[in-house]
């Protein structure tokens, strides 16, 4: 970057009529792009740009520039912040700035004879004014103020100061005017070089051949930031959209776009009574109940009700937020964007609140890695109280969640919230679940309305779903054949919604009619419609659902074809499915042994994990995008992944979302396929668990926190039936790797190297491939176990008698109690603990048990408590369930 502070935008830089900004540079960095102008100054040229003119053309300048970026083209160039009104998409200038080099800069002022010289400087024509030269006085406050600033920017960025030979020349008629070699730099900046260039202040910048040593010196420190520029740059820029976007709203990734492609507003006359109930509370209820729960049963409308009351509030001005949670979205599926993309809401809809939100993420910069209570708190509740109005928020469908720590925390957080904030007001939706139940049951301050939407005697619900159907099919069915519709929908809106969807849809090769019979065929629950819905599908189509939708890019034909289920956002172009609970009937389907009238699903299903997993290998396999040693380009193995500087920035940079899904998810599409599948993928799998790419899988593990999910794939792969024995002993043999060493490959990817790596067993197939790949790493000679230990004849842990035990449904893991107040979970192949103990209760554990799914533990104590636990994170799941007198 080339700054200076007055004179011409070109003549400052001639010598002889030599420009080498436009003559020198571009043969020198032909991938460079320069800027110049002259800036704050009246000058001899009736072209000079102003400040106000040079902002316009910056802003154009920044675009064309982010058009150019797939060259990575470096530029040399200087424009103003961007304020938080702005339109355009300039970024801030500290993170777009790699490096500055000052020519002659007076940063300590200089004398008056400086000063008088200057003013008589024929060749500059400078107009100055006495704001300019009292400014460059020796020590003026103003540039003791640049220099303090300049030493907490300089922290972040690299300087080089050209100073100019300050000797007087032999035979020269005139003395030189030169800056004090000490006014050139800043002391305080520890990043700075200070090179001295044989010339006089005047000719500085001024080079009229390329073979001088002062353009070489200058070309090798240009060279040098520009080959560096474009990763810190990018990887600044990536940082910048984390922390900015809650103020400005601009580059911050959205969650939105989904909600509104998927969900709709409810028809005009339905859900009447229950949009009513709902404004009655945010009219007068509000200030004593801040938070309203919406709770029914999955399908039954509630994102619909959901997204009415959002319109009716956004339109009388009181929406603050609104975030809808889905289950087939990773980012939607868990809490860790629900703040920032709340505060971005709060400055889109209430404008006076932005300034507010900008200095509170200028102050925590870092406030996207802090506990979820406090972003919300410093993101959304401080700025709310300074408002001082009433302010909405939505949150739908919270049982989406992935995780049930999250929503605990969420509750709690939104409680808290409410109760510090007398003008925040929150509109929440759910499905009955136990956490949620368990945080909101005993509040005081919400108003619940339950199982309202289905609830057939409430007469409302089917006039509703009467109201819908004669307005979709007036054309297709008959009066009398639409009202047995209504009447097989049962109170349900989505059996309603996809029959619908079903009947109107013009890829199907039934008629209308033939349609119509089949709906009436079938039972009124949910599983059986999407049962019919699949079985009148191309199989073909059928086996790309879980490979396209919400991973890759548009299948136009799967949408038609499954137009009732899926929809294609027009944003993003992904393919989504319309509700969750077509989601949750594949997931049965995948794990229900094949019954006859589920042969047809089971079957398609199974290729369309199969086509998955075999997606998955493509992806890791890519020469482009797949698996790469030292992947994020860590610079050294010193620092834990928490220690590299912009780690977010060069995860998200590096780590593709396609290779982070594939990462993710290839062992569970191996396991949730069939033999035939895995057969032909035997190559794939053989090719991916052998060194060095399960060693490159390995640090997208470390980098995206992938330990966990790994080691549960990897064990159910083990127990795959008729998997090659080989293929077997070495996928146990990578999950042992993984168990032995999960510490130092959880807090940095370089350790799998050399921390790992050297210490495995002398007879593992690990061991024995690193030898020929790695010859220069660490060698350990003596201590070495030859192979992984089997299981210990006693799994010892407990500080007390153990007085409880039992195996998880998988048979993976094991549970104990004991009378040391712990319970301990085991992993049955290994005999090793998983994870610390869990702690909670006040006396004896005496009986512990898994749930069906194994995704929770129950554990009874002479406490006289029952808890429930998440077996994944082995947090306590909401309070003691209380009421026993004895144990």
């Known amino acids: 970057m080339i700054r200076w502070s007055n004179g011409h935008r070109e003549k400052l830089w001639m010598s002889g009529g030599v ?68 339109k355009c998409n300039l970024r801030h200038i500290l993170v777009s700035t790699h490096g500055i080099l000052f020519f002659g800069t007076p940063h300590f002022g200089v004398d008056d004879t400086f000063l008088a010289r200057l003013k008589r400087s024929a060749p500059w024509g400078i107009k100055t004014t006495e704001i300019i030269t009292k400014n460059l006085e020796e020590h003026s406050s103003e540039l003791e103020n640049i220099q303090s600033l300049y030493v907490e920017v300089s922290k972040k960025i690299s300087s080089v100061f050209f100073c100019e030979d300050y000797a007087p020349l032999t035979n020269e008629k005139r003395p030189r005017m030169n800056v004090p070699y000490r006014s050139a730099s800043i002391p305080g900046d520890r990043n700075a070089t200070t090179i001295v260039l044989s010339c006089d202040h005047q000719n500085l910048v001024k080079f009229s051949d390329p073979t001088i040593d002062s353009y070489k010196t200058v070309l090798y420190h240009l060279d040098d930031r520009c080959k560096c520029a474009p990763g810190t740059v990018n990887d600044n820029w990536i940082l910048e959209d984390k922390l900015r976007g809650p103020a400005k709203g601009g ?37 004593k109940k801040p938070i309203f729960w919406l709770c029914d049963i999955a399908g039954s409308g509630k994102s619909t009700v959901a997204m009415s009351v959002l319109e009716a509030w956004k339109r009388e001005g009181t929406l603050g937020g609104y975030f809808f949670f889905s289950m087939t979205s990773n980012e939607r599926s868990t809490i860790d964007k629900l703040c920032p993309t709340i505060a971005r809401h709060l400055v889109q809809h209430i404008w006076n609140i932005a300034p507010y939100i900008a200095e509170v993420v200028e102050r925590n910069p870092a406030i996207m890695h802090r506990p979820f209570d406090e972003q919300f708190r410093v993101l959304i509740t401080g700025p709310l109280k300074r408002l001082g109005r009433r302010i909405m928020l939505v949150i739908d469908a919270i049982d989406e969640c992935k995780s049930e720590s999250q929503r605990k925390d969420l509750l709690d957080t939104l409680a808290k919230a409410t109760q510090e904030s007398v003008d925040l007001k929150i509109f929440i939706t759910s ?85 119509y019979k089949c709906l009436l065929s079938i039972g009124g629950v949910i599983d059986d419609l999407y049962t019919l819905t699949l079985e009148r599908t191309d199989p073909e189509d059928c086996d790309d659902i879980l490979i396209h939708a919400g991973v890759d890019g548009s299948a136009k034909a799967l949408v038609k074809a499954l137009s009732s289920v899926l929809s294609e956002d027009e944003a993003t172009n992904l393919i989504q499915f319309r509700h969750p609970t077509f989601v949750e009937f594949l997931r049965r389907c995948s794990i229900t042994p094949p019954i006859d009238s589920h042969n047809k699903i089971y079957t398609n299903i199974a290729n369309a994990y199969g086509q998955a997993a075999s997606w998955c290998f493509k992806c890791l396999k890519s020469p482009t995008e797949g698996l790469k040693f030292n992947i994020c380009q860590i610079q050294s193995c010193f620092y834990l992944n928490r220690e590299v500087p912009n780690f977010d920035a060069k995860v998200s940079r590096f780590i593709s979302r396609r290779l982070r899904y594939a990462s993710s998810h290839w062992l569970f599409h191996i396991v949730e396929t069939d033999n035939n599948w895995r057969s032909k993928l035997k190559d794939e799998l053989r090719h991916i668990i052998r060194i060095p790419y399960i060693l490159y899988w390995m640090e997208i593990l470390s980098f995206t926190g992938g330990v966990p999910r790994a080691l549960a794939g990897s064990q159910a792969v083990t127990i795959i039936p008729r998997l090659k024995e080989d293929t077997r002993r070495r996928m146990n043999e990578v999950r042992r790797f993984i168990i032995a060493f999960s510490v130092p490959i959880q807090d940095s990817a370089p350790r799998i190297y050399i921390s790992a790596l050297p210490f495995t067993p002398t007879r593992s197939r690990i061991h024995i491939e690193r030898a020929g790949k790695y010859r220069n790493s660490l060698t350990v000679r003596r201590g070495l176990e030859g192979m992984y230990p089997g ?90 369930l209380r009421g026993h007198n004895d144990w």
């Open 251 to 287: 580059h911050h990734p959205s969650v939105d776009s989904e909600a509104f492609s998927v969900h709709r507003t409810c028809l005009q006359g339905t859900r009447e009574a229950v949009l009513q109930r709902i404004q009655d509370w945010a009219n007068t209820e509000a200030s």
């Open 791 to 880: 299981i210990p004849r006693t799994l010892r842990g407990h500080e007390g008698p153990v007085l409880t035990a039992g195996f998880s449904p998988d048979g993976l893991q094991m549970i104990s109690g004991s009378s040391d107040r712990t319970i301990r979970l085991w992993d049955v192949a290994t005999g090793q603990p998983l994870g610390e103990p869990l702690r909670g209760h006040k006396n004896l554990v005496n009986t512990v048990a898994f749930s069906p799914d194994g995704s929770r533990i129950v554990s009874g104590s002479s406490d006289h408590t029952i808890r429930l636990w998440d077996t994944v994170t082995g947090r306590a799941l909401g309070k003691p």
């Open 19 to 86: 420009l080498w900004l436009c003559h020198f540079l571009p043969l020198s960095l032909p991938r460079a792009r320069v800027l110049t102008y002259g800036y704050d100054a009246d000058t001899q040229s009736d072209t000079c740009v102003s400040t106000q003119t040079m902002y316009r053309y910056a802003e154009g300048l920044a675009h064309a520039l982010s058009r150019a970026r797939k060259d990575t083209s470096r530029a040399l160039v200087i424009c103003h912040n961007q304020s938080l009104d702005s």
């Open 431 to 515: 499905r009955p679940d136990p956490v949620i139940q368990a945080v909101l049951e005993s509040l005081s301050i919400k108003t619940k309305l339950e199982d309202r939407l289905h609830d057939v005697n409430h007469h409302d619900n089917i006039n509703d779903i009467a109201v819908y159907v004669h307005q979709s099919l007036g054309g297709v069915l008959s009066e009398d054949q639409r009202n047995r519709l209504i009447e097989k929908a049962n109170g349900l809106f989505i059996w309603a919604s996809t029959a619908c969807r079903m009947l109107n849809s013009k890829t199907t090769l039934r008629s209308p009619q033939g349609v």
